[in-house]
């Protein structure tokens, strides 16, 4: 406790330093640890139990009957879990909850706001659990767990901006090690998603993280160059989702699942109030479903004066172009698509352009899978990073039914590969 007081004595600059010149990794870890998305109701339960002991014996949760954290952010498709396993046990487990139909567990407390502002899918880090056996090996899992998780969420799950809620205590590793900023310049002193306890948020942005990384730790030795460890290094133990379309979510809450976790085990579904009981059904519409997601109370006022959405839309990032060829004029645009419907799709275009003008849309759905449309962009809405645009088109062709009648029929992200 002596050398904890004396080192946060030090000024903020020479704890950070101090913080960089500790740092070690290991370029190659143990052949045995396995990196992956917790797919399987062992590697769930697994993970849910890891994470209910550590956050009771912080303080950050009341120990639960059922011996596991399980919350309504784990029944999103939106939310993915990734776990470290060693020796086919689970030894680490992290989970990526992106904005959904839900928002986010810092959005009751934090300011996301100014992060929106520079445009890019925002998914906030949380349920981070390292078995004690690992805890004190030098990062033997948590550094791998954190790279894949970076990785993950850029390669797959379409994420710029990281947010985080952390203790106080844990705040200035994640800044001075991870290029974390802090969202504000104030503690909070009570974050009801971790029983109460004190929590400071920050943020990583992944377009300007390698600059960053690179000008702290590039000319360190290679195992404490942290912007080779995290951006150049390939970890043979992490294991990447198969997809046959340009997904960005990897569902695995097949019926059974969501029953044995979210009814049986924990009464997570029957006590939401209405307003998060009628969205669920919208997100989970299959016939399979129905039978296992909570009922609606007779009174209750399921639209709470939002109005639900209709037409289910599907998270995607696809490379497409639109080309305008008319009296107006003629014009090839590069955009991505990042969502789609059954009669629509939204876009990302660095360059503006025009509205309630017919061009052909060229989608590349997935490898081999291309799309051709006539649609119009019919609104817009403006970013720091960019303009996202609605279109609408009249008749979709084949494979943009056939990608969305893998998404209306699959249930997890193996049905829909």
Known sequence: MGLRRLFGALPRGLRFWLYRRMVSVQLQPDAELEFKIAETAQELEACFRLLHDAYVGAGFMKPDPSGMRITIYHALPTTTTLCAKYRGEVVGTISII???????????????EPVRARGGQIAEISALAVSPAFRKTGGEVLFPLMKYMREYCERYFDTRHLVIAVNPDRIEMYEALLTFDRLVERQVDHYDFANGAPAVGASFDQQSAPGRFRRLFGGRPVGRNLHRYFYDLKLPQFSWPQRRYHTTNDPVMTPALLDHFFNRLSPVLSSL?????????????QLDYKPVLPTLSPAGDADGGHPLRNCRRFSMRCPAQIEYADEAGKGVYVVAVIDIS????????????PLDREGEAVVELGEGKRSVLRARAVRRKDTLGG????????ESDAPWRECISAFEMGYTYRDIR
């Open 98 to 112: 992106r904005e959904g139909v839900f928002g986010f567990p810092m959005q009751a407390i934090f300011d996301l």
């Open 273 to 285: 109030d209405d307003r998060k009981k009628a969205l669920l059904w919208t997100i989970y519409d």
């Open 342 to 353: 059954h009669s629509g799709f939204q876009a990302e275009s660095r360059l503006p352009l």
């Open 387 to 394: 303009a996202f645009y609605g279109f609408r088109f009249e």
